[in-house]
């Protein structure tokens, strides 16, 4: 029988971030807190001028004379390869010894006594370039002939012309997605110190230590055992740190080992965002069959991104749109086709939701299209076409959807938003309003949890409980204001029955978890949780066996109780059975692992079981436009998503909120905009417009699905609350559309291209005009 007392921290209870105090206050240490050691070097890049061009030569002479500076790196001083490529494809070097791919493009960096010698040095010198034609979008690359920088992906099922044949209605349009900066609060940092040997240990801020560890070991030309990767916090990361850090870390070392001291390199912001990949831009074009009644006959959709110069993560990335391009919806035909396409802009990368956002608003869209060319509510043509029963239950990737709730969760926001009741109030005022127009959009999520590349998804973790009854908790996952540490420390609390307290969270670092998988595509908790409960009940494991050997009891009666443990009839605090078994060489540390079961794609062939479970979630939002200058705002949003049996209930609200302001901004302010010789003008916080507190919902209600509990036997049968919430957002860009058609009697789809800044949605108000 379980005893009624709870341990601080339980699992399922709300739990504050474990670092959260020390974050409002400034005391949470990140890599440029770590205290510099004598001796130690700045380093600064040397970015290219121009889009494209063979480089003829360069003279770096007056960047080695310049004050302060020691020493200058270029490809030459790579010991190792010149490469940094995440998926092996050798198309993204260190520097660039030929060719220069972009505006911005690292060419060598600068070693100095300070940082601030380092950049001023970094602008001396002199490059005799060849200019090459360049190509800066998608449309422009394709037209220009360049080449997809990868494999491209086809889904499909069912018949297509078939499809078309049999509905009386079609569509053909296209639709433009527009990027995102990452822009999280602390930047890219490395600080490499060199140890004997070949041995170096990289400080940085990255959501892959294994990756970094693997990359800096390849530009050095050593064992991946010489390097260690450690990070304590970052201060964000949204995907941006993934693979983007690979670059610092190298360069850190490089110069580490060459010069015998430790070296750090922090670029500033504007460097930051030229210099890394972003969200992918995408031009969609849909061609989607539907009947009278609204549902979808037939879809053809083709997906060309932007990706950059080098191929980076947009394989995977816009693999995952293609497996987002149905959202909540089935497809009894569909043909969905990818182009990755290689552009002279800096190589796009990870971002939350790495590609599903771009293929569900996709969905949206046509969903729109279909309302407005039938005139019904939107809400009612997305019920007529979500998953459902068998037969309506199949992917275009051919993996069935078994845990469906979306009728239930809809239902019931719906309800609680009032949403008819407010539709039909929003129509009747932008009958009478001249000026001020509204709109009102409830969109729903489905979003599949798991990395599509099998072998990420797997998980380490090491426990070891001290004789004193403490515990040392570490993990592969890495911490980036997520609560992840909180969230996996509560179910090691829990295993073990202990105060959140006892346990002590520590740096992921690769020389305790090797071969980690990066913190993303929202399985940080599903991974490295369930790694962690696997370590610990081995300790529990021995514990038991221990106890009922001494005690002279069956390893049934011995019960882990709140901060002590019921052997037989007696009861002993934890920390003292601890310490007896220590006395009796019991082991007491443990390293866990853990694979994602039932998941298997074939690639080739578009088939498979991608995803272990879906997570849901859907939003509400309601909206003001000033037909006068397009400018709006949000004035209500309700949520409800879906976490499962929540780890912690107030992080996971904090993270659907996070990210469905997040998403709005994607959709909204946040436009990033290069100029015609390939030159990023959004490169700072002056002139890249995330949203700002005054831009929140001035009403925002935010609710968990609490009588949800994942089927599958997930980490306290939780769900992923990462990524899934950043598509919440959608609702925002869909009731501004509202708004937009209003103006013509909502007989016309407005087509606004994302992000729906004032000045697109004002143009989209003058196209409009007079068409109702």
């Given at each position: ?25 400034g ?80 060419m ?13 040095a ?16 998608p ?53 490499a ?67 015998n ?67 909540a ?27 599903g ?21 939107p ?59 509204k ?14 590349a ?33 969230k ?13 307290e006892?346990?002590k ?110 997570a ?66 959004t ?20 609710r ?42 909502y ?25 109702g």
């Amino acid at each position: 029988m379980k005893d009624h007392q709870t341990i601080s921290g339980a699992v399922h209870h709300d739990r504050q971030h474990d670092s959260a105090i020390k974050h409002v206050t400034g005391r949470a240490e990140y890599t440029d807190d770590i205290a510099e050691p004598y001796g130690t070097l700045h380093a600064y890049l040397g970015v290219s001028t121009v889009a494209h061009a063979n480089i003829k030569g360069i003279d770096l002479s007056a960047v080695r004379a310049a004050p302060g500076v020691v020493d200058v790196l270029t490809a030459d001083d790579i010991p190792g390869v010149n490469d940094i490529s995440p998926t092996g494809k050798h198309d993204e070097p260190v520097f660039p010894t030929e060719k220069v791919e972009f505006h911005g493009q690292p060419m060598f960096a600068v070693i100095a006594e300070t940082r601030d010698a380092a950049r001023r040095a970094a602008e001396l010198a002199q490059v005799d370039y060849e200019v090459l034609p360049h190509a800066l979008d998608p449309v422009q690359a394709q037209e220009a002939g360049y080449p997809m920088i990868t494999d491209p992906l086809k889904l499909e099922r069912g018949d297509i012309e078939a499809g078309r044949k049999d509905a009386p209605h079609r569509i053909q349009a296209q639709m433009t997605v527009g990027g995102q900066d990452h822009m999280y609060l602390e930047g890219h940092i490395a600080f490499a110190i060199p140890g004997e040997d070949e041995d170096v240990t990289v400080h940085c801020s990255t959501q892959h230590p294994s990756e970094a560890q693997h990359m800096v070991a390849h530009v050095l030309g050593v064992a991946n055992n010489a390097v260690t990767v450690n990070v304590r916090r970052m201060g964000g990361g949204f995907g941006g740190k993934e693979s983007q850090m690979n670059l610092f870390c190298a360069v850190a070392a490089i110069a580490a080992k060459k010069h015998n001291r430790p070296v750090k390199i922090r670029p500033d912001r504007d460097q930051d965002m030229t210099a890394t990949g972003k969200r992918h831009d995408f031009v969609i074009d849909y061609d989607v069959a539907f009947d009278d009644a609204g549902r979808i006959q037939a879809v053809e959709g083709g997906f060309a991104a932007r990706c950059g110069y080098s191929s980076d993560l947009s394989g995977p990335v816009t693999d995952r749109a293609l497996f987002h391009a149905d959202n909540a919806y089935f497809y009894p035909n569909v043909l969905l086709k990818s182009r990755p396409m290689k552009t002279n802009t800096v190589s796009n990368t990870a971002f939350r939701g790495f590609g599903g956002p771009q293929g569900v608003i996709a969905a949206e869209r046509m969903i729109e299209e279909i309302a407005y060319a039938l005139s019904k509510d939107p809400l009612d043509v997305r019920k007529a076409n979500f998953y459902g029963e068998e037969g309506r239950d199949l992917t275009p990737y051919h993996q069935r959807v078994e845990d469906n709730i979306l009728d239930r969760l809809i239902t019931e926001l719906e309800e609680n938003s009032e949403y008819r009741k407010r539709r039909e109030e929003i129509i009747a005022f932008n009958k009478d309003s001249k000026i001020i127009k509204k709109g009102i959009a409830l969109t729903p999520v489905k979003f599949g949890i798991s990395f599509t590349a099998t072998w990420y998804n797997q998980a380490g973790s090491l426990i070891h409980v001290y004789n004193d009854g403490s515990i040392h908790l570490n993990h592969g996952g890495t911490e980036m204001g997520q609560g992840l540490n909180t969230k996996v420390a509560q179910v090691v609390a829990d295993a073990f029955q202990v105060d959140f307290e006892r346990i002590k969270i520590t740096k992921t670092t690769t020389e305790k978890v090797p071969n980690t998988s990066a913190t993303a595509a929202s399985s940080g908790s599903d991974l490295n949780g369930m790694a962690a409960l696997d370590a610990a009940e081995q300790i529990i494991a021995r514990l038991t066996k221990f106890a009922a050997e001494k005690y002279g009891v069956s390893e049934a009666e011995v019960e882990f109780l709140p901060n002590r443990v019921r052997v037989g009839s007696e009861e002993i605090p934890f920390d003292r059975l601890v310490k007896e078994a220590y006395m009796a060489r019991v082991h007491l540390s443990a390293a866990g692992f853990y694979k994602t079961p039932e998941i298997h794609w074939d690639r080739a062939a578009g088939k498979g079981q991608p995803f272990f479970y879906y997570a849901y979630g859907a939003s509400c939002s309601e909206v003001s436009v000033d037909t006068l200058t397009g400018e709006y705002r949000v004035e209500r949003t309700d949520i409800l998503h879906d976490v499962g049996r929540s780890l912690n209930p107030v992080l996971d609200k904090g993270q659907v909120e996070g990210a469905f302001i997040q998403g709005m901004g994607w959709l909204t302010t946040e436009e990033l905009w290069w100029d015609g010789e390939g030159r990023l003008r959004t490169h700072a916080p002056s002139t890249y417009k995330i949203p700002l507190a005054s831009d929140r919902p001035r009403i925002f209600n935010t609710r968990l699905a609490e009588w949800s509990v994942n089927k599958k036997r997930t980490i306290k049968r939780s769900k992923a609350v990462g990524e899934p919430p950043f598509m919440l957002g959608i609702s925002v860009f869909e009731a501004l559309s509202m708004a937009v058609a209003s103006t013509a009697d909502y007989k016309v789809c407005p087509r606004l291209d994302a992000p729906a800044t004032p000045e697109r949605v004002l143009m989209a108000i003058e196209t409009l005009k007079g068409q109702g």
